[in-house]
């Protein structure tokens, strides 16, 4: 199997698996898993330190170290600009209030949603702009990764370990700020397709600009993003939950170790 055929392969298998994510909010009453979500993030963060950041290094040296910082930044910007979270979301607290996704957990001394007075955005369009720019940021690392083929095997785990649940929460947004179930699906579907889009903009930007060990610095950014959604994105929110702290931790050490040992088997083969 050549590369661009192994790179459609996980796109489409990528694609089916968000929009299969998606489906679930619009048809029941269905709940987010925190326990996939904690595992995603174990999983991202495995995929980081054990297989992308190393590679990168590999074959650009010490040199591609900034372009993690910048894939970090990047991230944090979209998240701070455009990206929604949780806190004080009149949307969001319609559909916690509703159970479609699970209420964060209140420790003593804090406080949560409106109570924290955090600025309050219109929720659905722009956690929609801002997955969908994200997602093509996936695709931009899958099409990294993919130059070789265990390393893109790995990185494509870790991107539909974390899309599904990514895809599930969009539409859960959508329909808690009132989206019809078709107009919400159409959305979601969208938001998927961003991943062949990232995909295809880093094999055109591969064979386009004319800049020694690009892969190495596509990988590193991307290493970036990888580290800021599992460490300020995922993790944290997880804090704010009223699961089974040891489950959780159980489940996101599982992702690591998931990470380590194909680790161990990629370099044994």
């Not at 895809?167 to 969208?190: D, V």
Request: some cysteine.
């Amino acid at each position: 199997m050549t590369e661009l055929q192994s790179l459609a392969l996980y796109t489409f298998a990528i694609l089916a698996g968000a929009v299969a994510g998606g489906v679930l909010p619009l048809v029941g009453p269905m709940r987010r898993s925190d326990l996939l979500l904690s595992f995603s993030g174990g999983v991202m963060l495995g995929a980081a330190f054990f297989h992308m950041l190393p590679e990168a290094i590999e074959l650009g040296g010490a040199g591609v170290v900034p372009w993690v910082l910048l894939g970090f930044l990047a991230l944090y910007l979209l998240e701070r600009f455009v990206l929604i979270h949780i806190c004080g979301e009149p949307g969001m607290n319609r559909a916690l209030s509703a159970g479609t996704i699970a209420a964060p957990h209140h420790h003593p001394g804090h406080v949560h949603g409106d109570e924290a007075g955090c600025e309050v955005h219109t929720l659905g369009l722009a956690a929609w702009v801002g997955m969908s720019i994200h997602t093509m940021v996936d695709g931009f690392a899958l099409g990294a990764a993919n130059h070789e083929a265990g390393l893109g095997l790995l990185v494509f785990i870790a991107i539909l370990a974390h899309k599904i649940p990514s895809s599930f929460s969009l539409s859960a947004i959508l329909r808690g700020e009132g989206y019809g179930r078709m107009k919400a699906l159409w959305m979601n579907a969208f938001f998927a397709l961003m991943v062949p889009l990232g995909a295809a903009v880093y094999v055109g930007l591969r064979e386009l600009v004319a800049v020694e060990r690009f892969t190495a610095f596509a990988l590193a950014f991307s290493g970036g993003t990888f580290l800021h959604l599992s460490l300020s994105d995922i993790l944290p929110d997880l804090h704010r939950r009223a699961g089974s702290k040891w489950r959780l931790t159980g489940a996101l050490l599982a992702g690591l170790a998931l990470m380590w040992a194909l680790k161990l088997i990629r370099h044994g083969a």
